[in-house]
Protein backbone atom coordinates (compact mmCIF):
# COMPACT_ATOMS: atom_id res chain seq x y z
CA UNK A 1 0.00 0.00 0.00
CA UNK A 2 1.43 3.53 -0.63
CA UNK A 3 1.97 5.53 2.33
CA UNK A 4 -0.70 6.84 4.48
CA UNK A 5 -2.30 3.51 4.87
CA UNK A 6 -6.06 2.69 5.47
CA UNK A 7 -6.02 3.61 9.48
CA UNK A 8 -2.58 5.80 9.59
CA UNK A 9 -2.33 8.75 11.65
CA UNK A 10 -4.50 10.78 13.74
CA UNK A 11 -7.54 12.23 12.70
CA UNK A 12 -9.07 15.71 12.66
CA UNK A 13 -12.32 16.45 12.70
CA UNK A 14 -13.97 17.47 9.89
CA UNK A 15 -16.20 19.90 11.14
CA UNK A 16 -13.55 22.28 11.74
CA UNK A 17 -13.55 25.58 9.84
CA UNK A 18 -12.29 25.77 6.21
CA UNK A 19 -9.62 27.94 7.20
CA UNK A 20 -8.16 25.58 9.56
CA UNK A 21 -7.21 23.53 6.48
CA UNK A 22 -6.45 26.35 3.96
CA UNK A 23 -3.49 27.33 6.80
CA UNK A 24 -2.05 24.01 6.48
CA UNK A 25 -2.27 22.83 3.32
CA UNK A 26 -2.19 25.71 0.86
CA UNK A 27 1.46 25.48 -0.17
CA UNK A 28 1.85 23.63 -4.11
CA UNK A 29 -1.23 25.48 -5.36
CA UNK A 30 -0.62 28.87 -3.48
CA UNK A 31 -1.45 32.23 -5.43
CA UNK A 32 2.41 33.87 -5.91
CA UNK A 33 3.78 36.95 -4.13
CA UNK A 34 2.56 40.30 -3.94
CA UNK A 35 5.00 41.24 -5.93
CA UNK A 36 5.09 38.52 -8.95
CA UNK A 37 1.38 39.03 -9.00
CA UNK A 38 2.05 42.74 -9.72
CA UNK A 39 4.13 42.27 -12.31
CA UNK A 40 2.28 39.11 -14.03
CA UNK A 41 0.24 38.84 -17.09
CA UNK A 42 -3.29 38.57 -16.14
CA UNK A 43 -4.61 35.23 -16.10
CA UNK A 44 -6.19 33.57 -18.98
CA UNK A 45 -9.88 34.01 -20.16
CA UNK A 46 -10.73 30.50 -19.03
CA UNK A 47 -9.48 31.07 -15.41
CA UNK A 48 -11.29 34.62 -15.09
CA UNK A 49 -14.64 32.54 -16.24
CA UNK A 50 -14.36 30.41 -13.56
CA UNK A 51 -13.74 32.86 -10.59
CA UNK A 52 -16.45 35.21 -12.04
CA UNK A 53 -19.08 32.29 -12.07
CA UNK A 54 -21.28 32.92 -9.31
CA UNK A 55 -22.18 36.14 -11.02
CA UNK A 56 -21.79 35.50 -14.84
CA UNK A 57 -22.45 32.90 -17.13
CA UNK A 58 -19.35 32.96 -19.74
CA UNK A 59 -19.96 31.03 -22.81
CA UNK A 60 -19.15 27.68 -23.24
CA UNK A 61 -15.99 28.15 -25.34
CA UNK A 62 -14.64 30.32 -22.05
CA UNK A 63 -15.41 27.70 -19.81
CA UNK A 64 -13.40 25.16 -17.99
CA UNK A 65 -12.96 21.50 -19.21
CA UNK A 66 -13.57 18.67 -16.87
CA UNK A 67 -13.85 15.21 -16.93
CA UNK A 68 -15.81 13.20 -13.59
CA UNK A 69 -15.12 9.99 -13.10
CA UNK A 70 -18.62 9.14 -11.08
CA UNK A 71 -21.65 6.77 -10.72
CA UNK A 72 -24.90 7.08 -11.45
CA UNK A 73 -27.17 8.08 -8.37
CA UNK A 74 -24.24 10.24 -5.61
CA UNK A 75 -23.27 13.02 -7.94
CA UNK A 76 -26.48 13.37 -9.86
CA UNK A 77 -27.45 16.07 -7.39
CA UNK A 78 -24.93 18.63 -7.79
CA UNK A 79 -25.43 18.02 -11.91
CA UNK A 80 -27.85 21.08 -11.98
CA UNK A 81 -25.21 23.46 -10.45
CA UNK A 82 -22.65 22.06 -12.52
CA UNK A 83 -24.18 23.59 -15.35
CA UNK A 84 -23.70 26.89 -14.41
CA UNK A 85 -20.24 26.54 -13.52
CA UNK A 86 -19.68 24.59 -16.91
CA UNK A 87 -21.41 22.76 -19.64
CA UNK A 88 -18.13 21.21 -21.04
CA UNK A 89 -17.63 17.98 -19.07
CA UNK A 90 -17.03 14.48 -20.00
CA UNK A 91 -19.01 12.48 -17.59
CA UNK A 92 -16.99 8.96 -17.14
CA UNK A 93 -19.77 6.47 -16.18
CA UNK A 94 -19.06 2.50 -15.69
CA UNK A 95 -21.26 0.01 -17.29
CA UNK A 96 -21.08 -2.68 -14.61
CA UNK A 97 -23.80 -1.99 -13.01
CA UNK A 98 -26.11 -4.93 -12.36
CA UNK A 99 -29.28 -3.90 -10.23
CA UNK A 100 -32.72 -2.91 -10.56
CA UNK A 101 -34.07 -2.60 -13.95
CA UNK A 102 -30.98 -2.56 -15.75
CA UNK A 103 -30.15 -6.40 -14.25
CA UNK A 104 -33.62 -7.08 -15.74
CA UNK A 105 -32.59 -5.88 -19.59
CA UNK A 106 -28.73 -7.76 -19.02
CA UNK A 107 -30.17 -11.07 -18.30
CA UNK A 108 -32.60 -11.18 -20.82
CA UNK A 109 -31.19 -9.21 -23.40
CA UNK A 110 -27.15 -9.30 -22.39
CA UNK A 111 -25.26 -6.56 -23.12
CA UNK A 112 -23.47 -3.55 -20.76
CA UNK A 113 -25.96 -1.93 -18.07
CA UNK A 114 -26.82 1.26 -19.23
CA UNK A 115 -28.85 2.42 -15.87
CA UNK A 116 -25.83 4.96 -14.80
CA UNK A 117 -25.68 6.19 -18.64
CA UNK A 118 -29.06 6.79 -18.71
CA UNK A 119 -29.86 8.56 -15.50
CA UNK A 120 -26.92 11.01 -16.18
CA UNK A 121 -28.50 12.05 -19.79
CA UNK A 122 -31.37 12.46 -17.79
CA UNK A 123 -29.63 15.11 -15.52
CA UNK A 124 -28.54 16.66 -17.90
CA UNK A 125 -31.44 16.91 -20.25
CA UNK A 126 -33.18 20.37 -21.05
CA UNK A 127 -35.72 21.40 -19.48
CA UNK A 128 -36.33 24.99 -21.12
CA UNK A 129 -40.12 24.04 -23.14
CA UNK A 130 -42.48 22.12 -22.21
CA UNK A 131 -41.80 19.56 -24.86
CA UNK A 132 -38.76 19.09 -23.38
CA UNK A 133 -40.17 18.39 -19.74
CA UNK A 134 -42.43 15.86 -20.95
CA UNK A 135 -39.71 13.95 -22.83
CA UNK A 136 -37.68 14.20 -20.03
CA UNK A 137 -40.52 13.02 -17.52
CA UNK A 138 -41.72 9.71 -20.16
CA UNK A 139 -37.73 8.52 -20.26
CA UNK A 140 -37.43 9.38 -16.32
CA UNK A 141 -40.59 7.42 -15.73
CA UNK A 142 -40.60 4.20 -14.24
CA UNK A 143 -43.34 1.08 -14.05
CA UNK A 144 -45.28 -0.17 -10.87
CA UNK A 145 -43.68 -2.59 -8.59
CA UNK A 146 -46.67 -4.94 -9.10
CA UNK A 147 -45.57 -6.73 -12.10
CA UNK A 148 -48.84 -7.48 -13.81
CA UNK A 149 -49.40 -3.51 -13.15
CA UNK A 150 -46.14 -2.86 -15.17
CA UNK A 151 -46.76 -5.06 -17.78
CA UNK A 152 -49.85 -3.38 -18.67
CA UNK A 153 -48.67 0.06 -18.31
CA UNK A 154 -45.61 -1.14 -20.57
CA UNK A 155 -48.28 -2.08 -23.30
CA UNK A 156 -49.89 1.52 -22.75
CA UNK A 157 -46.50 3.48 -23.67
CA UNK A 158 -45.61 1.15 -26.92
CA UNK A 159 -48.79 1.46 -28.19
CA UNK A 160 -48.60 4.89 -27.72
CA UNK A 161 -52.00 5.11 -25.62
CA UNK A 162 -50.49 6.61 -22.24
CA UNK A 163 -50.59 9.97 -20.39
CA UNK A 164 -46.82 10.21 -20.58
CA UNK A 165 -47.00 10.53 -24.79
CA UNK A 166 -48.98 14.05 -23.77
CA UNK A 167 -46.73 17.31 -24.65
CA UNK A 168 -44.65 15.24 -27.17
CA UNK A 169 -44.78 16.39 -30.68
CA UNK A 170 -45.23 13.27 -33.69
CA UNK A 171 -41.40 13.81 -34.45
CA UNK A 172 -39.96 12.79 -31.17
CA UNK A 173 -42.82 10.62 -30.20
CA UNK A 174 -42.20 8.17 -33.32
CA UNK A 175 -38.75 7.98 -32.66
CA UNK A 176 -38.90 7.04 -29.39
CA UNK A 177 -41.62 4.48 -29.69
CA UNK A 178 -39.66 2.78 -32.51
CA UNK A 179 -37.09 2.20 -30.30
CA UNK A 180 -39.20 0.82 -27.11
CA UNK A 181 -40.76 -1.25 -29.92
CA UNK A 182 -37.95 -2.62 -31.27
CA UNK A 183 -37.13 -3.52 -27.28
CA UNK A 184 -40.39 -5.15 -26.84
CA UNK A 185 -39.56 -7.33 -30.48
CA UNK A 186 -36.42 -8.05 -29.24
CA UNK A 187 -38.16 -9.45 -25.91
CA UNK A 188 -40.23 -11.48 -28.00
CA UNK A 189 -37.48 -12.90 -29.51
CA UNK A 190 -36.03 -14.18 -26.21
CA UNK A 191 -38.94 -16.75 -26.20
CA UNK A 192 -37.79 -18.94 -23.61
CA UNK A 193 -37.31 -15.80 -21.15
CA UNK A 194 -39.69 -14.32 -19.10
CA UNK A 195 -39.27 -10.23 -18.73
CA UNK A 196 -40.17 -8.99 -15.91
CA UNK A 197 -41.07 -5.15 -16.67
CA UNK A 198 -41.70 -4.55 -12.61
CA UNK A 199 -40.00 -0.87 -11.47
CA UNK A 200 -38.38 -1.03 -15.18
CA UNK A 201 -37.13 2.41 -16.61
CA UNK A 202 -38.78 3.90 -19.84
CA UNK A 203 -35.27 4.95 -20.79
CA UNK A 204 -33.59 2.11 -19.69
CA UNK A 205 -35.86 0.21 -22.25
CA UNK A 206 -35.29 2.88 -24.77
CA UNK A 207 -31.47 2.65 -24.41
CA UNK A 208 -31.35 -0.96 -24.53
CA UNK A 209 -33.78 -0.70 -28.02
CA UNK A 210 -31.26 2.35 -29.77
CA UNK A 211 -27.76 -0.21 -28.54
CA UNK A 212 -29.48 -3.68 -30.19
CA UNK A 213 -30.55 -1.71 -33.13
CA UNK A 214 -27.23 0.26 -34.09
CA UNK A 215 -24.70 -2.73 -32.48
CA UNK A 216 -23.44 0.46 -30.57
CA UNK A 217 -23.84 1.57 -27.04
CA UNK A 218 -22.11 4.79 -28.43
CA UNK A 219 -24.83 5.25 -31.33
CA UNK A 220 -27.18 4.72 -28.48
CA UNK A 221 -25.49 7.31 -26.08
CA UNK A 222 -25.57 9.90 -29.01
CA UNK A 223 -29.21 8.90 -29.58
CA UNK A 224 -30.67 9.37 -26.16
CA UNK A 225 -28.53 12.72 -25.92
CA UNK A 226 -29.74 14.29 -28.73
CA UNK A 227 -33.59 12.92 -27.90
CA UNK A 228 -32.97 14.39 -24.40
CA UNK A 229 -31.22 17.49 -26.09
CA UNK A 230 -27.97 17.54 -23.95
CA UNK A 231 -25.98 20.82 -24.59
CA UNK A 232 -23.35 19.32 -27.45
CA UNK A 233 -20.21 20.33 -25.20
CA UNK A 234 -21.22 18.04 -22.48
CA UNK A 235 -20.48 13.98 -22.78
CA UNK A 236 -21.81 10.99 -21.65
CA UNK A 237 -19.21 8.33 -22.00
CA UNK A 238 -18.75 5.08 -20.85
CA UNK A 239 -16.06 3.98 -19.98
CA UNK A 240 -16.32 0.67 -21.75
CA UNK A 241 -17.49 0.68 -25.11
CA UNK A 242 -18.75 -2.76 -25.62
CA UNK A 243 -21.89 -4.49 -26.65
CA UNK A 244 -20.68 -7.14 -24.30
CA UNK A 245 -21.78 -7.94 -20.58
CA UNK A 246 -19.92 -7.17 -17.71
CA UNK A 247 -19.24 -8.15 -14.51
CA UNK A 248 -17.10 -6.22 -11.83
CA UNK A 249 -16.16 -8.75 -9.09
CA UNK A 250 -13.91 -7.57 -5.95
CA UNK A 251 -11.43 -9.56 -4.48
CA UNK A 252 -11.32 -8.84 -0.05
CA UNK A 253 -8.33 -8.74 2.03
CA UNK A 254 -9.04 -11.79 3.67
CA UNK A 255 -9.32 -13.66 0.00
CA UNK A 256 -12.66 -14.00 -0.53
CA UNK A 257 -14.14 -13.14 -3.85
CA UNK A 258 -17.53 -11.37 -4.74
CA UNK A 259 -19.10 -11.72 -7.86
CA UNK A 260 -21.69 -8.37 -9.55
CA UNK A 261 -21.21 -5.07 -8.34
CA UNK A 262 -24.74 -4.97 -6.78
CA UNK A 263 -23.61 -7.97 -4.35
CA UNK A 264 -20.88 -6.00 -3.39
CA UNK A 265 -22.36 -2.48 -2.19
CA UNK A 266 -26.17 -3.07 -2.07
CA UNK A 267 -27.06 -6.90 -2.38
CA UNK A 268 -30.83 -7.52 -2.20
CA UNK A 269 -30.85 -11.54 -1.91
CA UNK A 270 -31.95 -11.93 -5.55
CA UNK A 271 -35.18 -9.66 -4.80
CA UNK A 272 -36.89 -7.51 -7.32
CA UNK A 273 -37.12 -4.63 -5.64
CA UNK A 274 -35.51 -0.69 -5.94
CA UNK A 275 -32.10 -0.59 -4.47
CA UNK A 276 -31.92 1.12 -1.04
CA UNK A 277 -29.26 3.49 -0.75
CA UNK A 278 -29.58 4.38 3.02
CA UNK A 279 -26.04 3.79 4.06
CA UNK A 280 -27.61 1.88 7.46
CA UNK A 281 -29.79 -0.70 5.19
CA UNK A 282 -26.90 -3.07 4.33
CA UNK A 283 -24.44 -4.94 6.36
CA UNK A 284 -21.57 -4.89 6.66
CA UNK A 285 -18.80 -7.14 4.27
CA UNK A 286 -16.96 -9.63 6.02
CA UNK A 287 -13.80 -7.78 5.15
CA UNK A 288 -12.33 -4.57 3.90
CA UNK A 289 -11.72 -4.51 -0.30
CA UNK A 290 -8.70 -4.96 -1.54
CA UNK A 291 -9.37 -4.38 -5.33
CA UNK A 292 -12.06 -4.27 -7.96
CA UNK A 293 -11.84 -6.32 -11.34
CA UNK A 294 -13.47 -7.39 -14.39
CA UNK A 295 -14.68 -11.04 -14.91
CA UNK A 296 -16.21 -13.63 -17.76
CA UNK A 297 -19.94 -13.31 -17.27
CA UNK A 298 -20.15 -16.78 -15.95
CA UNK A 299 -16.80 -16.31 -13.77
CA UNK A 300 -16.59 -16.57 -9.89
CA UNK A 301 -12.74 -16.10 -9.25
CA UNK A 302 -9.65 -14.55 -9.86
CA UNK A 303 -9.27 -17.29 -12.75
CA UNK A 304 -11.86 -15.56 -14.41
CA UNK A 305 -10.52 -12.20 -14.79
CA UNK A 306 -10.67 -9.80 -18.02
CA UNK A 307 -9.16 -6.94 -18.95
CA UNK A 308 -11.65 -5.24 -21.39
CA UNK A 309 -10.13 -1.82 -22.88
CA UNK A 310 -10.66 1.16 -21.80
CA UNK A 311 -13.01 4.12 -24.54
CA UNK A 312 -10.66 5.56 -26.18
CA UNK A 313 -12.78 8.84 -26.51
CA UNK A 314 -12.25 8.70 -22.43
CA UNK A 315 -8.66 8.97 -23.21
CA UNK A 316 -8.67 11.31 -26.12
CA UNK A 317 -10.84 13.49 -23.45
CA UNK A 318 -8.25 12.64 -20.04
CA UNK A 319 -5.58 14.59 -22.43
CA UNK A 320 -6.95 17.98 -23.32
CA UNK A 321 -9.60 18.45 -19.93
CA UNK A 322 -8.49 21.38 -17.47
CA UNK A 323 -10.00 19.42 -14.47
CA UNK A 324 -10.10 16.05 -13.12
CA UNK A 325 -12.13 15.06 -10.42
CA UNK A 326 -13.19 11.61 -8.71
CA UNK A 327 -16.88 12.27 -7.32
CA UNK A 328 -18.72 11.31 -4.19
CA UNK A 329 -20.45 7.57 -4.96
CA UNK A 330 -19.63 4.30 -4.11
CA UNK A 331 -15.65 4.48 -3.64
CA UNK A 332 -15.18 0.88 -5.26
CA UNK A 333 -18.19 -0.06 -7.00
CA UNK A 334 -18.59 3.39 -9.11
CA UNK A 335 -15.27 5.20 -9.01
CA UNK A 336 -12.67 2.61 -9.11
CA UNK A 337 -14.12 0.53 -12.07
CA UNK A 338 -13.33 3.29 -14.37
CA UNK A 339 -9.87 3.96 -13.22
CA UNK A 340 -8.38 0.13 -12.81
CA UNK A 341 -8.42 0.00 -16.86
CA UNK A 342 -5.36 0.04 -18.72
CA UNK A 343 -4.38 3.67 -20.16
CA UNK A 344 -6.03 5.41 -17.86
CA UNK A 345 -3.62 5.94 -14.91
CA UNK A 346 -0.96 6.45 -17.69
CA UNK A 347 -2.86 10.26 -18.52
CA UNK A 348 -4.02 11.20 -15.67
CA UNK A 349 -0.30 11.04 -13.78
CA UNK A 350 1.39 12.93 -17.00
CA UNK A 351 -0.70 15.48 -16.21
CA UNK A 352 -0.04 18.83 -14.75
CA UNK A 353 -4.14 20.14 -14.07
CA UNK A 354 -5.99 20.13 -10.50
CA UNK A 355 -6.95 16.58 -9.66
CA UNK A 356 -10.03 16.65 -7.39
CA UNK A 357 -11.14 14.16 -4.93
CA UNK A 358 -14.67 14.82 -3.56
CA UNK A 359 -15.10 12.92 -0.50
CA UNK A 360 -17.94 11.12 0.64
CA UNK A 361 -19.87 12.51 3.45
CA UNK A 362 -19.92 9.04 5.34
CA UNK A 363 -18.95 5.75 5.26
CA UNK A 364 -21.11 2.89 3.29
CA UNK A 365 -20.78 -0.84 2.96
CA UNK A 366 -17.69 -0.32 0.51
CA UNK A 367 -16.06 2.17 2.74
CA UNK A 368 -16.82 1.20 6.46
CA UNK A 369 -13.14 2.39 8.78
CA UNK A 370 -11.57 4.10 5.75
CA UNK A 371 -10.01 7.69 6.72
CA UNK A 372 -9.45 9.98 3.62
CA UNK A 373 -5.69 9.20 3.32
CA UNK A 374 -8.18 5.69 3.00
CA UNK A 375 -9.84 6.90 0.12
CA UNK A 376 -6.50 8.01 -1.40
CA UNK A 377 -4.62 4.84 -0.92
CA UNK A 378 -7.64 2.93 -2.76
CA UNK A 379 -7.97 5.39 -5.80
CA UNK A 380 -3.93 5.19 -6.00
CA UNK A 381 -4.05 1.68 -5.84
CA UNK A 382 -6.72 1.16 -8.30
CA UNK A 383 -4.71 3.38 -11.14
CA UNK A 384 -1.88 2.04 -10.35
CA UNK A 385 -3.48 -1.81 -10.27
CA UNK A 386 -1.85 -2.64 -7.46
CA UNK A 387 -2.98 -6.02 -6.79
CA UNK A 388 -3.33 -7.02 -10.17
CA UNK A 389 -1.01 -8.41 -12.97
CA UNK A 390 2.36 -7.60 -11.62
CA UNK A 391 3.68 -6.87 -15.29
CA UNK A 392 1.10 -4.16 -15.62
CA UNK A 393 1.30 -2.34 -11.95
CA UNK A 394 3.24 1.22 -11.34
CA UNK A 395 4.02 2.37 -9.10
CA UNK A 396 2.90 6.20 -9.33
CA UNK A 397 2.52 8.29 -6.25
CA UNK A 398 -0.72 9.53 -4.85
CA UNK A 399 -0.05 13.21 -5.62
CA UNK A 400 0.41 12.28 -9.56
CA UNK A 401 -3.46 11.26 -8.99
CA UNK A 402 -4.74 13.80 -6.59
CA UNK A 403 -3.50 17.49 -5.75
CA UNK A 404 -6.98 18.95 -4.01
CA UNK A 405 -9.43 17.22 -1.65
CA UNK A 406 -12.90 18.63 -1.22
CA UNK A 407 -14.41 17.59 2.38
CA UNK A 408 -18.08 18.53 3.33
CA UNK A 409 -18.51 20.08 6.35
CA UNK A 410 -19.48 17.92 9.36
CA UNK A 411 -18.92 14.31 7.57
CA UNK A 412 -18.40 10.98 8.80
CA UNK A 413 -14.71 10.56 7.50
CA UNK A 414 -11.63 11.25 9.54
CA UNK A 415 -9.09 13.66 7.50
CA UNK A 416 -5.97 11.99 9.19
CA UNK A 417 -3.99 15.42 8.08
CA UNK A 418 -0.55 13.89 8.82
CA UNK A 419 -1.56 10.60 6.52
CA UNK A 420 -2.57 13.19 3.72
CA UNK A 421 0.57 15.27 4.48
CA UNK A 422 2.79 11.61 3.50
CA UNK A 423 0.69 11.40 0.66
CA UNK A 424 1.74 14.74 -0.70
CA UNK A 425 -1.47 16.08 -0.80
CA UNK A 426 -1.73 19.83 1.06
CA UNK A 427 -4.55 21.15 -0.55
CA UNK A 428 -7.69 20.26 2.07
CA UNK A 429 -11.02 22.35 1.70
CA UNK A 430 -14.18 22.20 3.94
CA UNK A 431 -17.09 23.11 1.85
CA UNK A 432 -20.53 23.68 3.43
CA UNK A 433 -22.80 20.71 3.61
CA UNK A 434 -26.58 19.63 3.90
CA UNK A 435 -28.17 16.79 5.91
CA UNK A 436 -29.90 14.11 3.26
CA UNK A 437 -31.54 11.84 5.72
CA UNK A 438 -30.59 8.91 3.89
CA UNK A 439 -27.09 9.48 3.85
CA UNK A 440 -26.17 11.92 5.62
CA UNK A 441 -24.06 15.39 5.61
CA UNK A 442 -23.99 15.72 1.53
CA UNK A 443 -21.88 18.75 -0.71
CA UNK A 444 -24.22 21.43 -0.34
CA UNK A 445 -24.08 22.12 -5.02
CA UNK A 446 -23.40 25.99 -5.01
CA UNK A 447 -20.69 25.75 -2.01
CA UNK A 448 -19.13 22.85 -4.05
CA UNK A 449 -19.33 24.03 -7.50
CA UNK A 450 -17.52 27.61 -5.67
CA UNK A 451 -15.02 25.55 -3.72
CA UNK A 452 -14.09 23.79 -7.20
CA UNK A 453 -13.99 27.06 -9.26
CA UNK A 454 -11.72 28.08 -6.99
CA UNK A 455 -9.38 25.33 -6.84
CA UNK A 456 -9.32 25.57 -10.87
CA UNK A 457 -8.79 29.24 -11.14
CA UNK A 458 -5.72 29.16 -8.67
CA UNK A 459 -4.06 26.40 -10.33
CA UNK A 460 -4.30 28.39 -13.42
CA UNK A 461 -3.38 31.43 -11.76
CA UNK A 462 -0.04 29.53 -10.11
CA UNK A 463 0.64 28.21 -13.54
CA UNK A 464 0.13 31.12 -15.59
CA UNK A 465 2.85 33.07 -13.66
CA UNK A 466 5.15 29.80 -13.10
CA UNK A 467 5.50 29.64 -16.96
CA UNK A 468 5.90 33.19 -17.38
CA UNK A 469 8.96 32.70 -14.86
CA UNK A 470 10.60 30.08 -16.78
CA UNK A 471 10.38 31.97 -19.80
CA UNK A 472 12.13 35.12 -18.41
CA UNK A 473 15.09 32.80 -17.15
Known sequence: ????????????????????????????????????????????????????????????????????????????????????????VAHVLPVSDDGGSTAEIVRVLGGPAVGDIRSRCLRLSDESTSEALAVRRLLGHRLSLDASEAKSEWYQIVEGDHYLWNGVSRPYGETIRAFLAYFQYQILQRSSESFCFSNG??????????????????????????????????????????????????????????RGQNEISHPTNGRMEPINKDCASTSKLASGIKRV??????????????????????????????????????????????????????????????????????????????????????????LNRTYGDPGKSLKNLPNDYINALLVPRGGQIPIDVESLAAQGIFHVVTVDSIKDTKVGPVFEPKSLMTALADVISEHARTSFVLEKSEQAC
Not at 39 to 58: G, I, L, N
Not at 356 to 374: F, K, M, Q
Request: with cysteine; net charge negative.
Open 293 to 382: FYMSSEGSNLLHEVFPAANPTVLEQLRKVDCIVYAVGSLFTSICPSLVLNGICEIIASRSIPKVLLLNGSHDRETTGLTASGFVTAITDA
Open 1 to 88: MVAGGVLGGPALSPSLPQQTYLLRFSSPLSLPSPSAARSAPKPSTAAMAVAAHCSSSPSPSDQPSLLVFSGGTAFNGVVEELKKLTTR
Open 201 to 258: SIGNFFFAGARIFFQSLDAAVFLFSRVSDIPTESLVLPVISTNDRLTLGCELWDGSII
